[in-house]
C-alpha cells in the first residue's frame, strides 16, 4: 500500500533552518510528484510547492520562493523540503503528498510539526 | 494567481444534508477537488476531480461543479463527519495548487 512517512517534530530558533523527509513506498516514487502543504496553528492548508522526483524539477508558491527548497533522493525513494530562515510564523504542521498529474493529492504524510521559538 | 472562496462555517443537524460551497472564476472549467481535515490528523481525500469517490469514501459524499461554484454534498450527515473541508484546484497560469481557506462543519 502507498505510505509516506516523514520525520519527526522538529524545535528550532528563529533564524535556523530545518530539513523534513518524506520517504515513499508501495508505489513507483519516480512515477508522482512529492507536494508540500503546510497548516499553521487555527489556518487552513498552504500549498508551498512541489518537486518531480524523475526530473528534480522544483515549482515553489510565491512567498517560500527562495527560502524554501524541494530536494529529493530516488535511491531511497525519499523527498526533502529545507526551509531557511525560520520565523516564528512558520510554527506549523508541515506535510507532503503525492500528487497525481495536475489534479488532486491522493495520499498524505503524517505530517511534521515544526515548532520555531527563541 | 487564482482564488477560491469557501463560507468559513458550516451547520447541520444530524441526517441531514451538508453542503459546502467553494467559489472561484469560472471554477466550472477547472477539476476540483475536496479535503476533509480532522484535529490530529493528516488531510483525507474525499472527492476528486468534482465528483469522483476514492475507494473507502462513502458515496454519502458527492460532489458537483458548475460555472463559478463547486459543491460538496454531504448527505445523512454523521457526528463523525465533523471536520474542516477544503477545496483544491490547479493554477494553470503558474502551475501551482491553490487552497480554499476552508470550511468548518458543525454537526448540531
Known amino acids: 500500500q502507498v505510505q509516506l512517512v516523514q520525520s519527526g517534530a522538529e524545535a528550532k530558533k528563529p533564524g535556523a533552518s530545518v530539513k523534513v523527509s518524506c520517504e515513499a513506498s508501495?508505489?513507483?516514487?519516480?512515477?508522482?510528484?512529492i507536494h508540500w502543504v503546510r497548516q499553521a496553528p487555527g489556518q487552513g492548508l498552504e500549498w508551498m510547492g512541489r518537486?518531480?522526483?524523475?526530473?528534480?524539477?522544483?515549482i515553489y508558491a510565491q512567498r517560500f520562493q527562495g527560502r524554501v527548497t524541494l530536494t529529493r533522493d530516488t535511491s531511497i525513494s525519499t523527498a526533502f523540503m529545507e526551509v531557511t530562515g525560520l520565523r516564528s510564523d512558520d510554527t506549523a504542521l508541515y506535510y507532503c503528498a503525492r500528487g497525481w498529474g495536475t489534479g488532486h493529492l491522493d495520499y498524505w504524510g503524517q505530517g511534521t510539526l515544526v515548532t520555531v521559538s527563541s | 494567481s487564482y482564488v477560491v472562496t469557501q463560507p468559513p462555517s458550516v451547520s447541520v443537524a444530524p441526517g441531514q444534508t451538508a453542503r459546502i460551497t467553494c467559489g472561484g472564476n469560472?471554477?466550472?472549467?477547472?477539476?476540483v477537488h475536496w479535503y476533509q481535515k480532522k484535529p490530529g490528523q493528516a488531510p483525507v481525500l474525499v472527492v476528486y476531480?468534482?465528483?469522483d469517490r476514492p475507494s473507502g469514501i462513502p458515496a454519502r459524499f458527492s460532489g458537483s461543479n458548475s460555472g463559478n461554484t463547486a459543491t460538496l454534498t454531504i448527505s445523512r450527515v454523521e457526528a463523525g463527519d465533523e471536520a474542516d473541508y477544503f477545496c483544491q484546484v490547479w493554477d494553470n497560469t503558474n502551475d501551482h495548487r491553490v487552497f480554499g481557506g476552508g470550511s468548518r462543519l458543525t454537526v448540531l
Open positions: 518537486i518531480s522526483p524523475k526530473s528534480g524539477d522544483t
Open positions: 476531480d468534482d465528483s
Open positions: 508501495g508505489y513507483t516514487f519516480t512515477g508522482h510528484s
Open positions: 469560472n471554477i466550472g472549467t477547472k477539476s
